[in-house]
């Protein structure tokens, strides 16, 4: 558990985080969402003390940030940035492997470490160990970040914007190999974003900011009731939407796809939009499968077709 106690951080007249609570649970993932300059990074950064507070506490575990020691810190919090931050002189392994250096482990170990963690966000060890960052395409090069974040096994990862900088198309994809990895490794993961999309799709929790105040802090299915929420009508489309959406039912935007379907789970044809909404976000998964009262499978529904539903029914 992390937790932030009224913790603020003033740049000379500006209050870039201000008297800021925030609870942080273990295994899962919490996204700070919020427009630009509201305080995300500043408040993401002061988690591993990369800036301190002017006041206020970070407790990891109970115990103050600021006991422990830099290394153990280092250790313990993985940490990967928009457009990577990676070492351009450095090849993918000397990258992936800059804390396992800095814990003095043998070459050996660093060695196998890498090629563990490459396999693990899908690139192959023999194609990649020996490039560097200017030679992959920006996918990758988040990849090798995530990669990186992870050499040590830290229980912490903070991410900030980590998939900002790639196209929609690989971007989806990003987010769903590390959801992926979440559900083996089960990390304690805060993660900076301003896209509401993006946080729904990977948040356990959303912590929402504004002007440097935490707003609101909630599991992602509460939030998505928030209908008076700017975030989450910019999100749904129009305040009432969401309700109007739970007189639908799920058969009427089936999509008929060829698709292999049975890795999806399964949800009924005449359940309510809100209730694959909910299914959705619970799974963690893309799509669901639709099944009707014969058992036959009638097409899959994604947050993306819900999305744009709600869209045409603003209004
Ligand atoms: N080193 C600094 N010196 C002065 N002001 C700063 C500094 N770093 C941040 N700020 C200010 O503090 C506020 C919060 O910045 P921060 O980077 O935390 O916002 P953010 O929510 O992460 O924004 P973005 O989404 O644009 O990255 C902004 O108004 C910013 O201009």
Redesign the pocket.
Known sequence: MIECIELTKR??E?T??NSLNLMIEDGKITVLI??????????IRMLNRLIEPDEGDILYNGKHIRDYQPEALRRSIGYVIQNTGLFPHWTVEENICTVPRLLGWDKEKQKKRAEEMLTLVGLKPETYSHKYPAQLSGGEAQRVGVARALAADPPVILM??PFGATDPITRARLQTEFLEIQKKLKKTVVF?T?DMEEAISLADSIAI?ES?KLIMHKKTEEILTEEENPFIRDFIGTDSSIKRLARYSIKEIAKKHTEDKNQYPVIEETATIKDALALLLKSGTEKLRIKTAEGKTAGTISLADIRELAKNNAN
């Open positions: 740049y000379g500006k870039a985080v919020g427009p630009s300059g509201c305080g995300k990074s500043t408040t900030d914007e900076v301003h900011m440097g």
